[in-house]
């Protein structure tokens, strides 16, 4: 399978999931109960930049998703793993291959039928954990793309005992959209386990008091799994032996998720395990891990050195955003340019400048909130695969973008938060697409005023990195930029 057909399949497999009532032995719910959602359509902001605290929480939520369905195979992930054991006695364990994990050889074929050789980096640390007689608690830091979903399954999967036709593992994720991508890799890898069963609770998955579910796992969003917990009874919490909770900075985003996760928890039994997932672990992250996961091992990610030596940095000042659009002109009549990622403040800006690009006969793609989420993935994939030499977007849209080809980032407008200061980290994420894998790369910011250039002494002083003037006026200074 080419890379492009297995990312379309990702971007298919939730369609394919909610059109479907049954997929193989796993039990769905009808596509006509699923909620709308507003990954597919429904309202619009105007506005990138005036986001409310349930928008941002939507942006986490479809990036995440977005994560999943645009990665064909593990990333490479260059942060060390740090072993933080509950008993520092302990001796500390990790694999180098999945036999040493003493697996049910219909897992094992499982496991290498979804496509894994050798545990990823994450694999390694924490499989001997969950895996580990008596099972241990764990909290975890793991990026999209790192294994874990599969990590967490396996840990499911192992527990189950496919002879009791009762509620055993039971995953919770944020939104509907997380829950479907982890069902598909328990479906994939239980593949060869044809005893046991998974359910979805989810709004729109209509259930009653006279109901039994028989299926050893269920997956589900907090809000429905505590109403089959409490209201319905439909899940004995005392009999579950495995509980995940995934995406938990996602989670904690959504407004009352963080507290049902907690009733949640409270009613399983002291010797359930329990585990939890996280691809950033921000104070409130860790607060929240630490009153759901008792007597935690932890796994985190060591922080990547914030280095910047191999990016030149350079600005351009403009008196408007037509300015903008000539200096860049310019730019790309000078110098030869692989691939470029360009950022926009506004849906509005980005829309303009694509519009903009494509007149002046360059192959653009443009990320905006209006995509579905499905649409966002295949204009990232036709831009990996290099049918569109530019990339327009909006900070939301662009996260976890690794191309190897990306040669130019320009910044457009300055990243500022929402209350207008300078966004340090976005914009080391942004210039950060250039400038991979060992290679040089360039930045070129667009300065259009006194505001915006105060918002980049302060990013170049944080950084320590001169950011040095550029006239694009001057064919002859643009083209020793390249060199």
């Not at 980290?425 to 040089?440: A, M, V």
């Amino acid at each position: 399978m080419t890379a492009a057909m297995a990312t379309d399949s990702w971007a298919l497999a939730v369609d394919e999931q909610e059109a479907s009532k049954s997929i193989g032995k796993f039990r769905l719910m009808e596509a006509g109960d699923a909620p709308k959602s507003r990954f597919n359509g429904g309202p619009k902001r105007s506005d990138d930049c005036d986001k409310s605290d349930e928008e941002e929480k939507e942006d986490k939520a479809v990036q995440s998703l977005l994560n999943k369905l645009i990665r064909s195979n593990l990333v490479n992930n260059t942060n060390q793993v740090e072993v933080l054991q509950r008993d520092p006695n302990s001796p500390l364990y990790s694999v180098k291959t999945f036999e040493e994990l003493r697996l049910k050889p219909q897992l094992l074929k499982g496991v290498y039928e979804i496509g894994f050789n050798r545990p990823s980096k994450i694999q390694e640390n924490a499989l001997p954990m969950m895996l580990a007689e008596p099972p241990q608690n764990l909290i975890a830091q793991s990026q999209s793309g790192t294994g874990k979903t599969a990590a967490f399954v396996l840990a499911m999967l192992s527990q189950v005992d496919s002879a009791f036709k009762w509620v055993q593992c039971l995953c919770i994720a944020p939104t509907y959209e997380l829950a479907l991508q982890t069902g598909k890799v328990i479906e994939q890898m239980g593949k060869f386990y044809s005893d046991v069963k998974l359910a979805y609770a989810v709004r729109g998955h209509r259930m009653d008091r006279s109901c039994k579910i028989k299926e050893q796992i269920v997956i589900g969003t907090p809000g429905t799994v505590l109403d089959w917990c409490t209201k319905l009874k439909l899940i004995d919490p005392k009999k579950i032996k495995v509980f995940v909770l995934d995406e938990a900075d996602v989670m904690i985003a959504t407004q009352g998720h963080q507290d049902q996760s907690i009733r949640i928890q409270r009613m399983l039994s002291k010797g359930c395990q329990m585990l939890l997932f996280s691809a950033t672990f921000e104070d409130s992250v860790w607060n929240f891990a630490k009153r759901v996961i008792p007597d935690p091992n932890i796994i985190k990610l060591r922080r990547e050195e914030e280095t910047l030596d191999n990016i030149k940095q350079y600005y351009v000042l403009c008196k408007s955003e037509e300015d903008k659009f000539d200096s860049l002109c310019n730019v790309y009549g000078a110098i030869t340019i692989a691939q470029a990622m360009i950022f926009c403040r506004t849906r509005k800006t980005a829309n303009w400048l694509a519009g903009q690009m494509s007149e002046e006969g360059h192959q653009v793609g443009l990320l905006s909130g209006e995509l579905t989420v499905e649409q966002r993935a295949a204009v990232i994939q036709r831009f990996k695969v290099g049918k569109e030499k530019v990339l327009i977007t909006t900070n939301v849209c662009a996260r976890g973008i690794d191309v190897e080809q990306v040669s130019v980032v320009i910044n457009f407008d300055p990243p500022v938060d929402k209350d207008g200061y300078p966004d340090n980290e976005t914009y080391l994420h942004r210039i950060g697409r250039t400038g991979r894998f060992g290679k040089r790369g360039l930045a070129i910011n667009m300065v259009d005023g006194q505001k915006s250039m105060e918002i980049l002494r302060k990013i170049e002083k944080h950084f320590n990195k001169k950011i040095l003037r550029l006239d694009t006026d001057d064919l002859d200074e643009i083209e020793k930029i390249a060199s």
